[in-house]
């Protein structure tokens, strides 16, 4: 027996001392240091991943050489298509051989509908669903809610690393699901399951695994109340893409996030609809996004924003009502509330609106939470709508952001934002003078393009 040994961790970057500290010198954190009982060093390695020294490149135990960059060949291993035109969008293209996903969200978001539904579709690949959460039976209703069963996909239930990867071996798979990396534990470090040096030991031996193998790991990771990926921050460093996903729950919608990808843009989105039997794609979201309206209502704007690759049309809305409290309450879901500060200046400065005795609410509908700069004028558009009450007519977009002297500043890639406005129906879209200039001719015959130079001159187009 290895002598016990104990370190403290701080539960927020994980970051090892051999004596409590009360503030992390690494991230700064304070409280953040817990004992856990640990294992000798000398005794790790012994059952954890271990591949034949044959199938890792360059064999074992050679010493990497440096190389100049002309003479590396790209190994052109192509990526997996997961089947999910979402999953694939915000992966940066398919899932890439030997790669490790974590994928984190909160408790009741569909993490394991969704990864068991790409684990069903994946039916030309052996595929191992492991669940340290759920039992077999647990997992099979739900696949039966799911659709159709998948001639390969091979359930374990088991939290144990040294025995999932033992069972592994004998199986060989070509993916391998694990839900979740708070439930695993590994035999070399002693403290409990979900523990920063277990997540941190199991996430390694998986990475081992992944890198070794070339077999992609989907990873299923819980966040912690302030949303972050529970577990110490060096996860997200270990693992090659982040995604999250998230969703109001008392809606339908689900929307999948990359927050880091080391084999594509960060900038990506994937739309879910979780539906009795599973996630359906949802790939026009702008329909959706739109669909509530029956009639044009005061408070209300349509911006043409651009998610990642991805034009969307989103609407604002605007609540703006007398103040009854001395200070006015300005708050925005989905937004950002500084941005919203300083538009609400621009409003009163520029045009002249009396804000300063109203509170603003603002909200992107359907639960989306944007930062693009071209839905600035549809914010002040719904903000001066809902102010008059008069409403905005249902057939006019905008997409231009606008500047502290109340001019209105072009955006990146018009054309995308036009055609997918002209696609949904959209007759006239307010655009920057600038935008407007460098538009080719006919190419958005259906649409009346409004160029314009100051917010005022939207506002008069709109309201008269
Ligand atoms: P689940 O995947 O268990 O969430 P997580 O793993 O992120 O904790 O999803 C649970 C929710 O999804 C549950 O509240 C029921 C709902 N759901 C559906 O609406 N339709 C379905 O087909 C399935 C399988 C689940
Ligand atoms: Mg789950």
Redesign the pocket.
């Known amino acids: 027996m290895a002598k016990l040994k104990t370190m403290y961790f701080c539960q927020s970057c994980g970051a090892q001392s051999a004596k409590w500290i009360g503030r992390c010198p690494s991230c700064g954190e304070w409280n953040t240091y817990v004992e856990e009982v640990i294992q000798k060093e000398d005794t790790q390695a012994a059952g954890s991943w271990k591949t034949p020294a044959s199938t890792v490149p360059g064999g074992q135990g050679k010493a990497a050489r440096p190389k100049v960059i002309n003479d590396i060949a790209i190994e052109d291993e192509p990526r997996y298509d997961t089947l999910d035109g979402e999953l694939n969008r915000v992966l940066g293209g398919g899932l890439v051989p030997g790669s490790l996903v974590l994928i984190g969200?909160?408790?009741?978001?569909?993490?394991?509908?969704?990864m068991l539904q790409i684990a069903m579709k994946l039916r030309h690949l052996k595929v191992l669903y492991i669940s340290g959460e759920e039992s077999e039976s647990q997992i099979k209703m739900?696949a039966e809610?799911?659709g159709e069963q998948h001639p390969q996909l091979y359930i374990l239930t088991e939290t144990n690393t040294q025995n999932i990867f033992k069972q592994i071996d004998t199986l060989q798979p070509n993916l391998v699901v694990v839900?979740s990396i708070q439930t695993m534990h590994s035999q070399l470090v002693e403290s409990g399951a979900g523990s920063v040096s277990q997540v941190r030991e199991c996430t390694a031996e998986l990475l081992k695994f992944a890198k070794e193998t070339s077999v992609p790991v989907l990873l299923?990771g819980h966040i912690t109340k302030d949303g972050s990926i529970a577990g110490p921050k060096i996860l997200e460093h270990m693992v090659d893409t982040v995604l999250q996903?998230e969703g109001d729950r008392h809606l339908s919608y689900r929307i999948l996030r990359t927050t880091k990808n080391r084999f594509g843009s960060t900038s990506e989105l994937g739309i879910y609809e979780?539906?009795?039997?599973?996630l359906r794609e949802v790939s026009n979201p702008s329909e959706i996004l739109l669909s509530q309206r029956a009639e044009s209502l005061s408070g209300m704007a349509i911006g043409a924003t651009l998610e990642g690759n991805r034009p969307l049309l989103v609407e604002v809305q605007a609540l703006v009502t007398p103040a009854t409290y001395g200070t006015p309450q300005r708050s925005a879901t989905g937004f950002d509330a500084k941005r919203l500060q300083m538009l609400l200046a621009v409003l009163e400065k520029r045009s002249g609106l009396r804000l300063g005795q109203h509170d603003v609410f603002l909200n992107i509908a359907g639960g989306l939470r944007l930062d693009d700069p071209a839905l600035d004028a549809a914010v002040c558009a719904a903000v001066v709508s809902s102010l008059n009450d008069l409403p905005i007519p249902g057939t006019v977009c905008l997409a231009a952001e606008v500047g502290l002297s109340g001019e209105i500043r072009a955006v990146s890639r018009l054309d995308q934002r036009l055609a997918e406005a002209e696609k949904l129906g959209f007759k006239e879209m307010y655009v920057s003078e600038f935008n407007g200039k460098n538009l080719g001719q006919g190419t958005h015959s259906g649409m009346r393009v409004q160029a314009v130079s100051r917010l005022d001159a939207v506002l008069a187009g709109l309201f008269g």
């Open positions: 969200g909160e408790p009741g978001i569909g993490k394991s509908t969704l739900r809610r799911l839900d299923i996903f979780m539906q009795g039997d599973g």
